[in-house]
């Protein structure tokens, strides 16, 4: 959670100066701000979610076909 907040005031930060300079209006810059990182926030933290089950697919996958090898090979020995 604790990389999640950094990221918050990173993005938040980057946002504001950007939409400052394009527009010059402290309220435009501060909405945006606030609005697009929130946003992009909590959409990371899923995004996290997803992509560690992912990993975890694939880990599972592998073991499963290391398993499944190792069977067949010690299938194949005991012939």
Do not use: C
Request: proline fraction near 1%; hydrophobic fraction near 55%; charged fraction near 10%.
């Amino acid at each position: 959670m604790a990389k999640t907040m950094t990221f918050a005031v990173m993005h938040f930060s980057i946002a504001f100066s950007v939409a400052y300079l394009i527009t010059g209006s402290l309220l435009v810059g501060g909405l945006v701000a606030i609005v697009e990182p929130a946003i992009n926030t909590v959409a990371f933290y899923f995004h996290e979610l997803v992509w560690n089950k992912v990993q975890q697919a694939d880990i599972t996958a592998e073991l499963s076909q290391t398993i499944q090898s190792a069977g067949e090979n010690y299938a194949l020995r005991s012939m």
